[in-house]
Structure formats: C-alpha cells, structure tokens
C-alpha cells in the first residue's frame, strides 16, 4: 500500500467517523422537540 492510498485512507476515515461524532454532539446539544395535540398524544418530529 502506498503512502498516498493510506493518506487518502485517513482522510476518508476522518470525514465519516468526524462526522457520525459531530452529528452526535449536535443532536445531543439539540435535540428534536415533539409537538403535542390536543388530545396528548405526542406526534413524531417533522423529519419523520
């Protein structure tokens, strides 16, 4: 393996594991909010 492929390998690991972890960070410092309907029931978020 080259020098090149394991800098590219690095990179690629970076980008998806940095990402999963500061996805995780925001929803744990955002998290979604329910609405709630007359009748309590809770709906799902929007996104759902």
Same mark, same amino acid.
């Given at each position: ?29 955002? /998290? ?12 799902? /978020? /929007?996104?759902?």
């Amino acid at each position: 393996m080259s020098a090149a492929a394991i800098v590219m390998l690095v990179v690629a690991l970076v980008l998806v594991w940095g990402g999963l972890v500061a996805a995780l960070l925001h929803l744990l410092k955002h /998290p979604e909010e329910f609405d709630v309907v007359e009748s309590g029931q809770q709906e799902y /978020p /929007p996104s759902t």
